[in-house]
């Protein structure tokens, strides 16, 4: 079974910029198509950004477009989201997963890690 460790949160002012890594265990990371989702207060976990496994391929929501980058080093199991300009609606709890594709991200595995807190203040 797969664990994924989401790390990299933290308090950040508008505009700030913070990096995110999901570092992954097993040896089927390399394979896999990887995401990025959130979950703000009250609401329901979005998607954000998706990684092919290859780094050919890459898909971001529209609301973080032009501001976060995906990128992943398999040599590290490790997949990597920066973030800039940040915004206070980018506030949220951020989850890594596998999902199906770049094109359609739903979330493979059941289970998720505890993600990391980004707070961005005004």
């Known amino acids: 079974q797969v664990q994924l460790v989401e790390s990299g949160g933290g308090l950040v002012q508008a505009g700030g910029s913070l990096r995110l890594s999901c570092t992954a265990s097993g040896r089927t990371f390399t394979s896999r198509t990887m995401g990025w989702f959130r979950q703000a207060p009250g609401n329901e976990r979005e998607f954000v950004a998706a990684?092919?496994?290859?780094?050919?391929?890459?898909n971001y929501a529209d609301s973080v477009k032009g501001r976060f980058t995906i990128s992943r080093d398999n040599a590290k199991n490790t997949m990597y989201l920066q973030m800039n300009s940040l915004k206070p609606e980018d506030t949220a709890v951020y989850y890594c997963?596998?999902?199906?594709?770049?094109?359609?991200?739903?979330?493979?595995?059941?289970?998720w890690g505890q993600g990391t807190v980004v707070t961005v203040s005004e």
């Open positions: 997963n596998a999902v199906t594709a770049t094109w359609n991200p739903i979330p493979q595995f059941e289970f």
């Open positions: 990684i092919s496994s290859a780094s050919i391929n890459t």
